[in-house]
């Protein structure tokens, strides 16, 4: 009756290691999924970055080429304007230097 009892016990006691193990092996497949999850969230939020970055850098550039093109005409309406004063006061020094004389 001993034996049987002691029998009973050690096929408990592999029958529990066995359930033991194998709710390790379930806790370490779930770390492993759950690794998994993250570092795909990681990949795709870097991607989703990138994107935003990109388009950022984009719409930045849009905007200075708008502002570049902005001044590159009102430095050309400058130097024309420039181009204007400088006739009427070429013009008005001659018309001055003929009246003298």
Same mark, same amino acid.
């Given at each position: %009756?001993?034996?049987?009892?002691?029998?009973?016990?050690?096929? *408990?006691?592999?029958?529990?290691?066995? +359930?033991?193990? %194998? $709710? !390790?092996?379930?806790?370490?497949? *779930?770390?492993? +999924?759950? %690794? *998994?999850?993250?570092? *795909?969230?990681? /990949?795709?939020?870097?991607?989703?970055?990138?994107?935003?970055?990109?388009?950022?850098?984009? &719409?930045? +550039?849009? $905007?200075?080429? #708008?502002?570049? &093109?902005?001044? /590159?005409?009102? !430095? /050309?309406?400058? %130097?024309?304007? !420039?181009?204007?004063?400088?006739?009427?006061? #070429? /013009?008005? =020094? =001659?018309? &001055?230097?003929?009246?003298?004389?």
């Amino acid at each position: %009756m001993l034996s049987d009892t002691v029998g009973i016990s050690e096929t *408990a006691s592999t029958s529990d290691i066995a +359930t033991h193990d %194998m $709710s !390790n092996m379930v806790d370490v497949q *779930a770390i492993v +999924t759950a %690794m *998994a999850d993250m570092e *795909a969230q990681r /990949k795709e939020q870097e991607q989703q970055f990138a994107v935003r970055m990109q388009d950022i850098l984009e &719409k930045t +550039t849009e $905007s200075l080429e #708008t502002e570049l &093109k902005q001044v /590159k005409q009102y !430095n /050309k309406e400058l %130097m024309e304007s !420039n181009i204007r004063i400088e006739a009427h006061l #070429t /013009k008005r =020094w =001659w018309q &001055k230097l003929f009246d003298r004389e």
